[in-house]
């Protein structure tokens, strides 16, 4: 087994085993990137590097600490909890992190706090936490997790050292879900519709409509594209009833427009992360980018919208003559 199933992202591997051995450890971190990059397994591999008994600047998955932190057991390791429905963090639980962050760790040389996710998380909540990064006890390292950097504070962000993930070669995401005992067919047909996200192509093994979902959402792209309204209404109009169904294809799509978006502004293909990442490329021809960015905040809009329950036909419908306009 890779060590802790953190395939690749050999930059971020080098800056933390590099700190470690100059016995330069910051205290804080940021991990960011597209959901189903490994941010939490690279917070488990960090930890794990900084707490292994062997000191060799990666973890070894064999020490004691190791194993407590793949069992995630260990006691110096601290994952928030995150609370309510939209998933965010209370001031409360981050205040209270903020208290015990002072007291010494149980057995090792750091107490890690770990906070994923932390995209959905209020300003207040930010804040609370704000005090800790700026002034961090010796012995406390922090690590946030989150798809972009822009979710946090810029008083944050100043102060973390900010560590991205990235997609791996097909051979390492078919590697990463052999481990997990898919079968290997499958796990090619993944492979090729969803690239190296291992995250993404897992959610794809144990969850078929995403098949679905990309196909409506190339689709969707092509009839952009073309600008054919009656396509576009037509494939949208499918979608009622299906409200998970629509929300996995607006997001998906949001990542088409931000990959076209990327590519207008001269990012090359290499680092697009969309599931139809020719399609991205054939918009940004297609449209100007101040377009593509009214497009991702009309439809992000209807993402909240029809997460918040609202009529899904009349919200699909709407979405399409907002699209149209935008065309
Ligand atoms: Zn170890």
Do not use: W
Request: net charge neutral.
């Amino acid at each position: 087994m890779e060590n802790f199933s953190f395939y690749e992202n050999e930059i971020l591997k080098n800056t933390i085993r590099s700190m470690i051995l100059k016995d330069r450890v910051v205290n804080s971190f940021l991990i960011y990137g597209e959901k189903g990059l490994g941010k939490k397994t690279a917070a488990d591999y960090i930890s794990a590097a900084l707490l292994c008994e062997k000191k060799n600047g990666t973890p070894c998955g064999e020490c004691k600490s190791c194993k407590m932190i793949l069992h995630k057991t260990h006691p110096d390791v601290i994952y928030a909890e995150p609370s309510g429905k939209s998933g965010n963090y209370k001031v409360d639980t981050l205040r209270e992190i903020v208290e015990n962050a002072p007291i010494m760790p149980n057995e090792s040389r750091y107490k890690i706090y770990i906070i994923a996710d932390m995209d959905n998380t209020l300003v207040p909540a930010q804040n609370a936490l704000l005090k800790l990064i700026e002034e961090p006890p010796d012995h406390c390292i922090i690590i946030l997790t989150a798809q972009s950097r822009t979710s946090l504070l810029p008083t944050i962000i100043s102060r973390v050292i900010s560590l991205s993930v990235h997609e791996v070669t097909s051979s390492s995401c078919e590697k990463a879900l052999a481990e997990y005992g898919y079968n290997s067919k499958e796990i090619q047909k993944s492979v090729e519709i969803l690239g190296g996200n291992i995250g993404k192509c897992k959610s794809y093994l144990e969850n078929e409509d995403i098949v679905d979902a990309v196909t409506i959402t190339k689709n969707i792209t092509d009839a952009v594209i073309t600008g054919d309204e009656y396509l576009i209404l037509k494939e949208f109009s499918e979608l009622a009833g299906a409200k998970p169904m629509t929300l996995m294809v607006l997001k998906l799509l949001c990542e088409v427009i931000r990959d076209a978006m990327s590519y207008n502004a001269g990012c090359g293909e290499k680092i697009l992360i969309s599931t139809y990442k020719s399609g991205a490329v054939r918009l940004s021809e297609q449209i100007t980018n101040a377009k593509a960015r009214k497009l991702y905040i009309v439809i992000n809009k209807y993402i909240e919208r029809i997460n918040s329950n609202g009529n899904l036909s009349l919200a699909l419908n709407s979405l399409c003559s907002e699209i149209k306009e935008n065309l």
